[in-house]
Structures are given as structure tokens and as C-alpha cells.
């Protein structure tokens, strides 16, 4: 897979979860119940769809490559990129 377009949505999802204010429908938190939130990011030519669980799933779809669903919920540094969306989100 390339790498390129992978890296660049990710630093795009790190800069939505610092920003002051996100642009309308960007980022999306919906509750399934008490402690879990579905998490949908949506970037130009990619989307991240998440569940803010230890356990939970996450999945980054880039429109470059629509037959390759890219598997990133074992990476270290999600808990912190989803805490961060939810907080901005909430704002």
C-alpha cells in the first residue's frame, strides 16, 4: 500500500484534533452506550471510522485505494488521536 497518502490522512486527523474549530461534518462522535463513541473523521480523500474502546476497532479508507480497507487499531498513538477528536468534537 502507499504510504504517502496514508501518512498524509493521518497528519491531516492529528491537525483536526488540535483545531480551535472543525469545519461542519468533519468529525462525528455518536454514543452506543455508556462508555462507548463510534468516531467518523471524513478528510479530502479519506475517512476514519473508529470505536473509542481499549479493544475497540479502527479503520482508514483512503479514496485512492477504494478496494483497501487499512486495519489501524493496533497502533499506539490511537487512544490519543481519538481523545483528541472526541474533545474537539464536543466543543
Known amino acids: 500500500m502507499e504510504q504517502r497518502p496514508v501518512r498524509r490522512a493521518i497528519e491531516h486527523a492529528w491537525k483536526l484534533a488540535v483545531a480551535p474549530k472543525l469545519p461542519p461534518g468533519t468529525v462525528r462522535v455518536i454514543r452506543c452506550g455508556r462508555s462507548i463513541r ?48 472526541v474533545a474537539v468534537a464536543s466543543t
Request: net charge negative; no cysteine.
Open 38 to 85: 463510534v468516531v467518523r473523521v471524513n478528510g479530502d480523500g479519506w475517512s476514519l471510522v473508529a470505536s473509542s474502546t481499549a479493544d475497540g476497532s479502527a479503520v482508514l479508507l483512503l479514496d485512492q485505494l477504494p478496494e483497501a480497507a487499512m486495519d489501524i487499531a493496533d497502533v499506539g498513538w490511537l487512544p490519543n488521536l481519538l481523545g483528541g477528536l
